[in-house]
């Protein structure tokens, strides 16, 4: 009797040749390309340093495309963000210590937004491992351990030959639903130390998929198709695992209004008759979601934004779809359901009834109505002509990247992104200078669409760096600096809260002129020009900076 696992792919006569006969002069470095390159990567971000130099000379003996920044928190955000465009696992190299450290809030947001981010950092020597005090340079008595409350999981390897398993076992790890970052350390020596080891061909690390349980999806469709008021939430999960196809049948299907989450952006259809849009952080939203009698949320957590700042108290049932174990109702209470959205989605929608509901669609357009009130009572045009503007000259299945600014917050709620995956934000963990280096990593992915980045004048100074990046990729970026002299946001806060600002105030430079003194084009621009601006950037090849010099102001919450 021959089992699964009996079975055995026996070499050929060549792949024995190569094997016995492997290239000489390879070391540590070469096993770590060849596996990504086995494991089909073909772009890497990072910035080299002293213990990483191997990985970083092998590179020029593999057929990975390299795409390196100048801080490796901006390096961190490019991998996230090539990874959330792509879906694939994005490798990051890094060097030892203070290298390493540096990416620590890049990777706090892919963990946040669900980024498969393979992070490979290097390690002191060997003989130095175990938290001794050696005096190293960059030691530290652990370093995996900065990173283990941040990623997925932590790979250590101590030897040549584990090399390929160990970052094939990360590879699973970032892929595997839900998607995240992961960190490999490897010795300086053992990456420098010469290798006889066959070259790495073909990896397997495929990823294990998370179908739901049947009992649950037929008890939720059951309550679905039965209920008087059902609605949807849907989040960045519904995005990742590529389901908006099965989320619009579904919705239709039961007739559900939904309203995506800031990082379900493009989950579902903005101008659909059942669309709520992302207006989230608004009572006559809230208000709603709470009179639903059957509330789907599906691949969100309900967390602080999601939740109009957690005074969302639903009052009917939640069936609630996520990937990550620690989110089910964390909460809400809820039939919670521990599955991948897009294949607990399809089971739904094979199990569920059609369901009538001819007042579904005006009940959505009287909640937008009310929506539309609240803000236009406030005196914003300006505000919203930006986003249309930008909405209007954006291609349409360009992607943008968002950065911590007012701009950023209102587009949360009132930008329309048209596609699925087209729009990204650093609202996962909320750190600064996320725009820029993530609109890099994306035009990186695909050269052939441009990309937008929005950043206020106190997020740009993060990453005025990377324009000698975008230059020497010539990577289609337009960065758009809305200037309006400080931390706009917490200038609003304070003034809130405090009547006075504190430390909101900057001293920034010439956008333009230091923009141009890297070769990169750019131009001051104006709201009634910024259609036309944008526009012809889009058009041009390479990347380029507009700098609106603008005060704008949010509109009013709702949760205090």
Do not use: C
Not at 76 to 99: H, K, M, N
Not at 474 to 487: A, E, F, K, Q
């Amino acid at each position: 009797m021959t089992h699964d696992h009996d079975l055995v792919l026996r070499p050929t006569a060549a792949q024995t040749e190569a094997a016995l006969n492997p290239p000489a002069g390879r070391n540590g470095g070469d096993l770590v390309v060849e596996t990504l390159t086995g494991l089909g990567a073909t772009t890497v971000f990072g910035l080299p340093g002293q213990h990483a130099l191997g990985m970083f000379d092998a590179l020029r003996r593999s057929s990975l495309s390299y795409v390196g920044l100048r801080v490796e928190n901006n390096a961190g955000f490019a991998a996230d963000a090539y990874g959330r465009i792509t879906g694939e696992a994005a490798p990051l190299l890094l060097s030892t210590g203070p290298g390493a450290l540096t990416s620590l809030a890049a990777l706090q947001e892919a963990a946040a937004a669900s980024a498969p981010v393979l992070a490979i950092s290097s390690q002191i020597p060997s003989p130095g491992l175990g938290g001794g005090r050696h005096g190293y340079l960059h030691e530290l008595r652990d370093q995996k351990a900065s990173f283990r409350d941040i990623v997925k999981s932590v790979h250590t390897v101590r030897t040549a030959s584990q090399i390929p398993s160990a970052i094939a076992e990360a590879w699973e790890s970032a892929l595997t639903a839900p998607h995240g970052p992961v960190w490999i350390e490897i010795p300086q020596d053992v990456l420098l130390a010469e290798t006889t080891l066959p070259v790495v061909t073909a990896m397997d690390a495929t990823p294990h998929e998370l179908p739901p349980r049947p009992e649950l999806t037929a008890l939720a469709a059951h309550l679905l198709s039965t209920a008087a008021r059902p609605a949807i939430i849907a989040g960045g999960g519904v995005v990742r695992s590529d389901a908006s196809g099965k989320l619009l049948a579904l919705a239709e299907k039961l007739n559900a209004p939904v309203v995506t989450t800031f990082g379900g952006k493009g989950a579902f259809p903005w101008e659909h008759p059942l669309s709520l849009q992302s207006w989230l952080e608004d009572r006559h939203t809230t208000d709603f979601l709470e009179e639903a009698d059957v509330l789907l949320v599906v691949g969100s957590g309900l967390g602080e934004l999601s939740s109009n700042y957690f005074t969302f108290s639903p009052r009917g049932r939640i069936i609630q779809i996520d990937a990550d174990l620690g989110k089910l109702e964390s909460n809400h209470p809820a039939l919670g359901i521990h599955a991948d959205a897009r294949l607990a989605l399809s089971a739904l929608l094979e199990t569920a009834e059609d369901r009538e509901d001819e007042g579904a669609a005006e009940r959505v357009a009287a909640v937008l109505s009310k929506v539309r009130a609240r803000i236009a009572s406030q005196d914003l045009p300006l505000e919203q002509h930006l986003l249309a503007s930008i909405r209007e000259a954006l291609p349409a299945t360009s992607p943008s990247f968002w950065d911590m600014t007012i701009l950023a917050y209102w587009a949360w709620s009132a930008f329309d992104p048209r596609h699925p995956n087209t729009m990204h934000s650093a609202q996962g963990a909320g750190g600064l200078g996320y725009g820029f280096p993530a609109a890099l990593g994306a035009a990186a992915a695909d050269r052939t669409r441009p990309v937008l980045a929005v950043s206020g004048d106190g997020g740009a100074m993060y990453s005025i760096a990377e324009l000698a990046t975008a230059r020497q990729h010539n990577l289609p970026v337009t960065w758009l600096i809305v200037d309006d002299g400080g931390y706009g946001i917490l200038r609003e806060y304070m003034t809130d809260a405090f009547d006075e600002a504190t430390g909101t105030e900057l001293a920034r430079p010439d956008f333009i002129a230091l923009a141009e003194s890297f070769g990169v084009p750019a131009h001051r621009t104006t709201p009634e020009t910024l259609t036309e601006d944008l526009a012809k950037s889009f058009s041009t090849p390479g990347p380029s900076v507009l700098v609106l010099p603008a005060l704008l102001r949010m509109f009013a919450p709702t949760h205090l």
